[in-house]
């Protein structure tokens, strides 16, 4: 008995390893790493490789390089002419009206001037306008390579703005890649990207604009990105893999092939007509485009891509003055210079 016990017991013992390294491997792969643009935000730290950096929008550029923002000494009151009791500081340049802080007071912060206020650690941003470089840019950027949910909401403000434009560019190896933008968010916009596959160094750049109309657009921002473990098998997949959007959006989905032969998307399991291209471009997403999206490719089918889509916010009706300088301590053509 003694002698059968012994010649078991090393195959229980290797089996028994086996088995935990397995769910060790699988641990590995389940835990959910989360950077949160208001719970990381850094007044001291805003580097070209930095998780999350703070820049300009250099639109006017073919390949726009996205220049970072280079000094956090000027507070909110300074850019913005409000008259907050405990002014957040901003990342921001000597001088305009443009930069992202946070409000690290320990108490929401309120303006009688523009009708702003500011939640206790809320981020709260505003574009430039005018001339290159133009607009300002949130910047994320893949400690490793891993798969990524991405959850944001942008809003309103100030009760003077009239509405902002966004759009989330993925740079690899050099090369943009358009994913999803808005013309105007409304009063507020809600997304998600779900199942982005980004290797280690890739980057979403988080792009806003006045939308052609710059006062008062004071701009509350919240991004979630949840990363986890990719698998390390390339499989066929859509980029991304899912996901809400707003109506009147544009919207690229692309599929990642590793097969051979003729590429076809299909929506709700129907061949959508013309589709035979990598990535599938929704010009303006409307409540219809909802639904379930696939590629086949020769004998290799992707996994399905289900896309929600919310109604469309409305614009803010134009705020009653349109003089920035009700807005701002200075007049707009001064704070451009």
């Not at 299909?266 to 696939?294: C, E, F, I, Q």
């Not at 490719?297 to 929600?308: E, F, H, N, P, R």
Request: charged fraction near 20%.
């Amino acid at each position: 008995m003694n002698s059968q016990i012994r010649r078991f017991a090393p195959i229980v013992l290797l089996h028994f390893a086996c088995i935990t390294g397995a769910l060790l491997a699988q641990e590995g792969r389940d835990k959910v790493t989360t950077y949160s643009l208001a719970d990381d935000f850094s007044y001291t730290n805003n580097g070209a490789a930095s998780t999350w950096s703070y820049r300009l929008d250099d639109s006017a550029s073919p390949s726009p390089s996205f220049p970072l923002l280079t000094l956090a000494k000027r507070n909110s009151n300074e850019l913005w002419g409000s008259d907050f009791p405990k002014p957040p500081l901003m990342w921001s340049e000597e001088s305009g009206y443009w930069g992202i802080g946070r409000n690290d007071t320990s108490e929401e912060q309120v303006s009688s001037k523009n009708g702003t206020r500011w939640a206790r650690g809320e981020v709260l941003f505003h574009p430039k306008s005018g001339g290159s470089p133009a607009g300002l840019v949130i910047g994320w950027t893949a400690p490793e390579r891993m798969l990524i949910d991405v959850s944001y909401t942008f809003g309103r403000g100030s009760l003077q703005g009239n509405g902002i434009g966004y759009e989330i560019l993925r740079r690899s190896d050099g090369k943009d890649a358009h994913l999803v933008d808005l013309r105007n968010i409304g009063s507020s916009v809600s997304n998600e990207l779900n199942g982005l596959l980004v290797a280690k160094g890739e980057q979403l750049f988080f792009r806003f604009n006045t939308s052609g109309d710059a006062s008062g657009d004071i701009t509350r921002a919240g991004i979630v990105i949840n990363g986890r473990q990719a698998a390390a098998k390339p499989v066929m997949t859509l980029q991304p893999s899912g996901g809400t959007v707003m109506a009147g959006s544009k919207l690229t989905l692309t599929a990642t092939s590793i097969g051979e032969g003729t590429l076809q998307w299909y929506k709700d399991g129907k061949p959508v007509p013309n589709a035979t291209s990598a990535s599938y471009h929704l010009r303006r997403v409307n409540m219809d485009d909802a639904g379930t999206y696939s590629v086949v490719m020769g004998a290799a089918t992707s996994a399905d891509a289900i896309l929600k889509v919310n109604p469309q916010s409305i614009p803010p009706e134009p705020y009653p003055s349109h003089t920035p300088k009700e807005v701002f301590s200075d007049t707009l053509a001064e704070q451009e210079r």
